[in-house]
């Protein structure tokens, strides 16, 4: 998904006009689309036009009746030319989700590497993280976006976690999107292999301490499986003549293994 995307809009069938007040720039819009918006909802007023005039909190908007039947209705938006930009395409164009890469070399390079599959997505397909963190999310709360609005952002959002694993992981915390940050946390290092400026992004002591709990259960979760699991589980594959031999090789790889198990994908 191309940056310049977010710099550009139409729409087809609009019924009222959205004016960025600081740029002085209006807007034909579609009054059944700009319902996505909660705050946009409260607008609406199905028994006559225009809406009356109203006031919000922070001056985030107002609303001016026309000057005749015939002038179209005015929403006048305190928010800037790229701004309001953004936030037409997300309540006039649905989102796409991004889409995975195909994982027949993903796998086999982890494989050898000894390492779990990460789920790599066509960076075509991703919503670049600066416009999703710096752009897009900030409009999420302060037009109270759709439900789908939301799942989608969030799914570009969690795209991003293989390669940032960090960065989502603390974003997602801080707006408390629970889901977005357990699975980001699959791909952390260990907490004591970051610098002190990467784990600052970490935005409370006790979101910190969870995540020290969580990296530790699973570790232990997972060497408690190396060390359990038996390479003939009852007996199903054993070679007579070579099980003796063949276990106790296993014992002590299992056993090599084990302290070598750390937290990341």
Request: proline letters at 8%.
């Amino acid at each position: 998904m191309r940056p310049e995307s977010w710099t550009t809009f139409h729409c087809e069938n609009p019924d009222f006009v959205v004016k960025s007040v600081p740029d002085d720039i209006s807007f034909k819009v579609n009054r059944a689309s700009m319902r996505n918006s909660e705050v946009f909802r409260t607008l609406s007023n199905p028994r006559h036009l225009p809406i009356p005039e109203l006031a919000f909190s922070g001056d985030m908007f107002s609303v001016g009746e026309a000057d005749s039947e015939n002038q179209e209705q005015v929403v006048d938006l305190h928010e800037t030319t790229s701004v309001l930009l953004a936030l037409l395409r997300l309540l006039h164009y649905p989102l796409a989700p991004p889409i995975l890469q195909p994982d027949d070399e993903k796998l086999e390079r982890a494989i050898l590497n000894h390492k779990l599959p990460k789920r790599i997505y066509d960076p075509a397909t991703v919503i670049p993280l600066p416009i999703l963190i710096s752009l897009l999310y900030p409009l999420v709360d302060k037009y109270a976006l759709s439900d789908a609005i939301t799942k989608i952002l969030n799914a570009h959002l969690l795209a991003h976690a293989p390669v940032f694993p960090m960065p989502i992981y603390g974003f997602a915390t801080a707006h408390k999107l629970e889901y977005v940050a357990c699975q980001a946390s699959q791909y952390l290092m260990p907490l004591s292999s970051y610098k002190e400026e990467e784990i600052i992004v970490i935005p409370t002591v006790s979101a910190y301490h969870k995540l020290v709990q969580l990296q530790a259960l699973r570790v232990k979760a997972l060497r408690e499986l190396v060390l359990k699991e038996d390479i003939f589980p009852h007996g199903y594959g054993a070679c007579t003549s070579h099980q003796r031999e063949t276990t106790a090789l296993w014992d002590a790889k299992r056993i090599a293994l084990a302290p070598l198990i750390e937290t990341s994908a």
